[in-house]
């Protein structure tokens, strides 16, 4: 059984940068059909998904544009994990945030909320 | 982007009863013959929750009463007799495409 085991802070302040890991067991970041995602939900954009990384012969990153410029997904190998890096933070990123594998999203992590604030 | 509309924001079902939910994609999902269409239930405090793929591929462990069709732009998640753990959010997710796209939403209550 998959399980996706998110961390990392619940406050950031305006400007600075958010981060969160997402520890993956029962599978592995370089699975070669497997793609790696985060997602953030909000009331008031719903559910939202932010970028993906994924392995085929050499590493591959997708962005949301609304955060692309902001954004950084990696994998680490040697821990089994992947995380999300959202530079510049506002008030508007204040949301739950998400990992979560594969296309159709079958595992889920349990979930981060994350509050932007001074 | 494939825009995701669901209907209705929220419905009330009395128990036992059946409940339909539609989503509706603002461009064709299919992919190798497969319409790439997922159904999440969400409850409070917990993260989305995938019960149906490929637009009627149940995910393993949900309960047969839930079922999804559709084709096309289309497509509509059933439950049938609700039961009380019935009571949840329910979201389309598109993912012909990225960015993935998800609906806005359709709050499932008890009459």
């Known amino acids: 059984q998959v399980q996706l085991q998110q961390s990392g802070p619940g406050l950031v302040k305006p400007s600075q940068t958010l981060s969160l890991n997402c520890a993956i067991s029962?599978?592995?970041?370089?699975?070669?059909?497997?793609?790696w995602n985060w997602i953030r939900q909000s009331p008031s954009r719903g559910l939202e998904w932010l970028g993906r990384?994924?392995?085929?012969?050499?590493?591959?990153?997708d962005y949301a544009v609304s955060v692309k410029s902001r954004i950084n997904i990696n994998a680490d190998t040697s821990k089994n994990q992947f995380s999300l890096q959202l530079n510049s933070v506002t008030a508007e990123d204040t949301a739950v945030y998400y990992c979560?594998?594969?296309?159709?999203?079958?595992?889920w992590g349990q979930g981060t909320l994350v509050t932007v604030s001074s | 982007d494939v825009v995701m509309t669901q209907s209705p924001d929220s419905l009330a079902v009395s128990l036992g009863e059946r409940a339909t939910i539609n989503c509706k994609s603002s461009?064709?999902?299919?992919?190798?013959?497969?319409?790439?269409l997922a159904w999440f239930q969400q409850k409070p405090g917990q993260p989305p929750k995938l019960l149906i793929y490929?637009?009627?591929t149940r995910e393993s462990g949900v309960p047969d009463r839930f079922s999804g069709g559709g084709s096309g732009t289309d497509f509509t998640l059933t439950i049938n007799s609700l039961q009380p753990e019935d009571v949840a959010v329910y979201y389309c997710q598109q993912y012909y495409s990225i960015p993935l796209t998800f609906g806005g939403g359709t709050k499932v209550e008890i009459k």
């Open positions: 990384t994924y392995y085929r012969s050499e590493w591959h990153n």
């Open positions: 461009q064709n999902v299919l992919f190798n013959n497969m319409e790439s």
């Open positions: 029962g599978d592995t970041v370089s699975n070669n059909n497997a793609a």
């Open positions: 979560a594998r594969g296309w159709a999203l079958d595992f």
């Open positions: 490929w637009a009627s």
